[in-house]
């Protein structure tokens, strides 16, 4: 167990919805990160917050969003859901914003199955 | 941009046999090179970690070699056991160091 915490686990929608991902860091972590991993894919880094602000985005569909709240967990939003977003979301955290050695923990994943 | 190819995307290996896997990032100013593996169904995981003033680390079975002039890095799996079987992700810090780039995975079987 690394510490981070998602939910829901499983999530199951259809084309159109929106939904939330919700993921809370190990104790003591300040960032957060958001990846998408879809079937046989590598990990597509999102975004990343650092102490409640925007650190670093990847590529992140105008269609989604994210914020982290003061206690640090965060949340990423996912709007005008399409077949292709089906995929498992990972959430990740890290004791700093940057640097080497900044290891990230990762969550156990959030499967979502748009219909 | 930034970006960090990875190869093979799969590799099968005999018990007991080595296994590398080799990636190459584009930018030269990242300093920071992790090693993911992700077993199937799981969640990835730091497996081992390099820094760009350190050409080699070695963890038990495990090592990685940096080459940064050539912008390489690769992974070394010695005595591979079954248990090693799994997705292997390399990555680097990107231009802003905060962001960490994967390259695509190799998915590494070892054959008892």
């Known amino acids: 167990d690394s510490g981070v915490t998602q939910t829901p686990k499983h999530l199951i929608t259809a084309t159109g919805q929106r939904v939330t991902l919700r993921c809370s860091p190990r104790?003591?972590?300040?960032?957060v990160y958001w990846y998408q991993q879809s079937l046989d894919q590598g990990l597509q880094f999102l975004i990343q917050y650092y102490n409640g602000e925007e650190r670093a985005k990847g590529n992140i569909l105008e269609r989604f969003s994210a914020q982290q709240f003061p206690d640090l967990h965060s949340e990423l939003n996912l709007s005008s859901l399409e077949l292709g977003d089906s995929a498992l979301y990972f959430c990740?955290?890290?004791?700093?914003?940057?640097?080497?050695?900044?290891?990230?923990?990762f969550g156990p994943g959030t499967r979502l199955t748009v219909l | 941009g930034e970006n960090v190819e990875q190869h093979p995307s799969t590799l099968s290996v005999q018990e007991g046999d080595s296994a590398v896997i080799k990636c190459t990032y584009s930018d030269s100013a990242s300093n920071y090179f992790p090693w993911y593996k992700q077993e199937l169904g799981k969640r990835p995981q730091l497996i081992i970690d390099?820094?760009?003033?350190?050409g080699e680390k070695k963890d038990q079975r495990i090592a990685v070699t940096l080459n940064k002039t050539a912008k390489h890095f690769s992974l070394h799996i010695t005595e591979t056991q079954p248990e090693d079987s799994a997705v292997y992700f390399c990555?680097?810090?990107?231009?802003?160091?905060?962001?960490?780039?994967f390259g695509p995975g190799t998915s590494l079987s070892v054959i008892p």
């Open positions: 990740a955290s890290s004791r700093r914003g940057s640097g080497a050695y900044n290891e990230q923990f």
């Open positions: 104790s003591g972590d300040l960032s």
């Open positions: 990555a680097a810090n990107g231009i802003s160091y905060d962001k960490v780039i």
């Open positions: 390099i820094r760009s003033n350190v």
